[in-house]
């Protein structure tokens, strides 16, 4: 008999012995993580370095009770139906003990959902629609970043002390475009109850034409315009909008554009005075921002835009919580998420027991064309808790866990 067959099976056994043991056994920690990032790359390439940053960080200090973590990204084409066959996979092939992720709204919704019915935990790092938090939300289920309530709620005492009485409004015609605008009329109107919305734009995510939008907006003769384009749907309307005058003498109040991976590449053509939401990156001087500007410029030779401290946040969050959990046990998890404290590059933040969102705030400033550049100038940092509705509000939007 040939002994190196002993040799060969004793060794095919050890291989299929160790390969159907879980992750966990094995001292790994596996973070599943979808994303857009085909679609959505201005964003997501930084949000993808952060995570990478903040998971070295994690594993050069040991790991979490000891285990490293290990980050699997996958794409979900920008789609809800892709996304939750993605998570199907991540669960069943490559045991994954977290999920994180989702940029869009619709397709942070689709994973909410599937958190619910899998009972599986799900930090929903940046999508923003008030749904995965309330209407739609669910015990498996933390969010991040400031939501579209929180924001639009940041801006609107500024659109108020403006005065103006007519009111247009563009959007991206999904869930993030339609909860902003919602939310933006209710609270504006409750500040200033004389104002009217005399016009509104939805064009598809993606396929604005900035053309018809612009000469829309421009026929209904606003006083002022709040807008929630991004991305490239944002830089074809201030093109367009800027070589038709639609802006000059018009106040312009605008949710995300002064983020950079929004206002960079508008280059030249950034407007001024507009008033945003947004994070100017060289301007935040405070220690934890400084620790991980540095730590962020030496590895990747770049500066960092608001993806990064999302998805170093989001990595950092989901450690917090492995620690206070003393695993990932999805029960024990989604119960040491309540009231998480989590230090961020923006301070300390912790995530709301009453509806699973965090407390992370944003920037409120003013863009510059600051010689063919976009910046940010006036901002101030706005903590995310002070925006937020009643806890009796929240109780009436949201299911009982």
């Not at 002390?161 to 339609?178: H, S």
């Not at 405070?286 to 999302?310: C, I, M, N, W």
């Not at 064309?369 to 903590?383: A, I, T």
Request: net charge positive.
């Amino acid at each position: 008999m040939n002994p190196l067959r002993h040799v060969f099976c004793a060794a095919s056994v050890v291989t299929l012995a160790s390969a159907l043991v879980p992750a966990h056994a094995q001292g790994v920690i596996k973070i599943g993580e979808i994303n857009s990032y085909k679609a959505q790359p201005a964003f997501l390439e930084p949000y993808k370095k952060g995570m990478e940053l903040a998971v070295d960080e994690i594993n050069a200090k040991g790991g979490i009770n000891g285990k490293k973590i290990e980050l699997i990204s996958r794409d979900d084409n920008a789609n809800p139906g892709d996304a939750v066959r993605v998570a199907e996979e991540l669960i069943s092939r490559e045991k994954i003990d977290v999920l994180a992720g989702a940029f869009l709204s619709n397709t942070g919704l689709a994973l909410t959902d599937f958190a619910k019915q899998k009972k599986f935990f799900y930090l929903a790092a940046e999508p923003l629609t008030d749904k995965i938090v309330w209407s739609n939300g669910n015990k498996y289920t933390y969010r991040l970043r400031p939501s579209t309530y929180m924001q639009v709620a940041m801006l609107v005492p500024e659109a108020a002390k403006l005065k103006k009485k007519r009111w247009a409004l563009v959007y991206p015609n999904y869930e993030y475009g339609q909860s902003s605008v919602a939310t933006f009329k209710t609270l504006l109107k409750a500040a200033q109850p004389d104002v009217e919305f005399v016009a509104e734009q939805a064009p598809p995510l993606g396929k604005v034409d900035s053309g018809s939008v612009v000469q829309a907006l421009a026929d209904a003769k606003p006083d002022a315009i709040f807008n929630v384009l991004f991305g490239a749907d944002l830089s074809k309307f201030v093109r367009e909008g800027n070589t038709r005058g639609l802006f000059k003498d018009r106040e312009v109040v605008s949710v995300l554009t002064g983020e950079p991976e929004y206002l960079d590449p508008l280059k030249d053509e950034a407007p001024n005075g507009w008033i945003v939401t947004g994070y100017p990156w060289n301007g935040v001087k405070t220690p934890e921002h400084k620790a991980f500007l540095d730590a962020y410029q030496a590895k990747f030779k770049d500066y960092p835009r608001l993806g990064s401290v999302v998805g170093y946040s989001a990595i950092h969050s989901i450690a917090a919580g492995i620690k206070k959990a003393g695993g990932t046990d999805t029960e024990k998890l989604v119960a040491a998420f309540k009231g998480l404290q989590v230090d961020t590059p923006f301070g300390k933040i912790n995530y709301r027991a009453q509806d699973n969102q965090s407390t992370m705030g944003a920037y409120v400033g003013k863009t510059k064309n600051d010689g063919g550049k976009g910046v940010m100038v006036d901002y101030v940092y706005l903590d995310g808790a002070k925006f937020q509705p009643s806890d009796d509000e929240v109780k009436k939007m949201r299911p009982a866990d």
